[in-house]
């Protein structure tokens, strides 16, 4: 407006420290002041760093700020924009359908290569900082409505979150991945909570519906099941331990009982005489 450079400008909150003026002409005055404002008694430490007002490269606690991005912008939203994979907890598990701080900085870690030195763990303090900073400047795009209107902020914002609005590269890589897919899905059939298996229930599921012997789904049955005429039409015979504990559940006779009467031990300690035994012994 003036026609030269008379102030220095910064993204960086807190870059005007001083109130000056600029003498526009005889009716008008322009003032450069610092424009920060804290409203800390309104609004959290998270919700001034996803508004510009805390600087990103000095933050030390960024789980807030993530939490709130993550909760603002579309998990659909979030994978097209950066080509990651946001995996979050089943709801049958625990969760919400919406990705957590951890999750999303995690996933954007991992798709980066960014890694904490000697570990090998996804570096997510440095994956807070290029997700914040690309919310402030308004890569990821989340609107407040008028704070008269009773309007909810999710719907609001709905008609910001399609094709329309992703960088170009995204949208040939989509465009691809569709193409190739070719089911008709779009990105407007993903805004819906996640209610895909969790490990748990796979793992019960795989256990349940193992394939064994006979079909699937029905409960295993014990090792006598094959060796008696119910199991298999030969009626495999028993031989050795398993015939006599077989013997003993007839009987109604406790296992450790017969195999006490049968061991040669039970002899050992009477005469020579007492310890022989008639053949039909076992035939009652």
Same mark, same amino acid.
């Given at each position: 407006? %003036?026609?030269?450079?008379?102030?220095?400008?910064? #993204?960086?909150? /807190?870059?005007?420290?001083?109130?000056?003026?600029?003498?526009?002409?005889?009716? !008008? +005055?322009?003032?450069?002041? &610092?424009?920060? !404002?804290? &409203?800390?008694?309104?609004?959290?430490? #998270?919700?001034?760093?996803?508004?510009?007002?805390?600087? %990103?490269?000095?933050?030390?606690?960024?789980?807030?700020?993530?939490?709130?991005?993550?909760?603002? %912008? &579309?998990?659909?939203? +979030?994978?097209?924009?950066? /080509?990651?994979?946001?995996?979050?907890?089943?709801?049958?598990?625990?969760g919400t359908g919406i990705?957590?701080?951890?999750?999303?900085?995690?996933?954007?870690?991992?798709?980066?290569g960014f890694t904490r030195?000697?570990?090998?763990?996804?570096?997510?303090?440095?994956? #807070?900082?290029?997700?914040?900073?690309?919310? !402030?400047?308004?890569?990821? *795009?989340?609107?407040?409505?008028?704070?008269?209107?009773?309007?909810?902020?999710?719907?609001?914002?709905?008609? +910001?979150?399609?094709?329309?609005?992703?960088?170009?590269?995204?949208?040939?890589?989509?465009?691809?991945?569709?193409?190739?897919?070719?089911? /008709?899905?779009?990105?407007?059939?993903?805004?819906? !909570?996640?209610?895909?298996? /969790?490990?748990?229930?796979?793992?019960?599921?795989?256990?349940?519906?193992?394939?064994?012997?006979?079909?699937?789904?029905? *409960?295993?049955?014990?090792?006598?099941?094959?060796?008696?005429?119910?199991?298999?039409?030969?009626?495999?015979?028993?031989?050795?331990?398993?015939?006599?504990?077989?013997?003993?559940?007839?009987?109604?006779?406790?296992?450790?009982? *017969?195999?006490? +009467?049968?061991?040669?031990?039970?002899?050992?300690?009477?005469?020579?005489?007492?310890?022989?035994?008639?053949?039909?012994y076992f035939a009652d």
């Amino acid at each position: 407006m %003036i026609g030269s450079k008379k102030v220095s400008v910064s #993204a960086t909150p /807190g870059k005007t420290k001083h109130f000056q003026t600029i003498q526009l002409s005889e009716k !008008v +005055l322009l003032v450069d002041c &610092p424009g920060l !404002v804290f &409203p800390n008694f309104a609004t959290t430490k #998270a919700d001034l760093v996803c508004n510009g007002i805390l600087p %990103i490269d000095q933050l030390r606690e960024f789980t807030g700020p993530a939490g709130l991005v993550a909760s603002r %912008i &579309p998990q659909f939203f +979030l994978e097209a924009v950066y /080509g990651m994979k946001i995996i979050t907890r089943p709801v049958e598990e625990g969760g919400t359908g919406i990705p957590t701080a951890e999750e999303l900085l995690s996933a954007y870690a991992r798709a980066r290569g960014f890694t904490r030195t000697g570990q090998g763990q996804p570096d997510e303090s440095r994956a #807070a900082r290029y997700i914040l900073k690309d919310y !402030v400047k308004g890569k990821l *795009l989340f609107c407040q409505p008028p704070p008269l209107d009773d309007v909810d902020p999710i719907e609001f914002n709905r008609e +910001l979150y399609d094709e329309g609005h992703l960088p170009e590269k995204r949208r040939l890589a989509l465009a691809a991945m569709n193409s190739s897919l070719d089911d /008709g899905a779009s990105m407007a059939d993903s805004d819906m !909570v996640s209610t895909s298996q /969790g490990p748990k229930s796979k793992k019960l599921d795989g256990a349940f519906f193992a394939q064994g012997q006979g079909s699937s789904a029905h *409960l295993r049955m014990p090792f006598n099941h094959k060796y008696t005429d119910q199991g298999t039409a030969s009626g495999k015979q028993l031989s050795g331990r398993k015939q006599k504990t077989m013997l003993a559940l007839e009987k109604d006779v406790d296992p450790n009982d *017969l195999k006490l +009467l049968t061991s040669k031990k039970h002899f050992k300690n009477g005469t020579k005489g007492n310890g022989k035994r008639r053949a039909d012994y076992f035939a009652d």
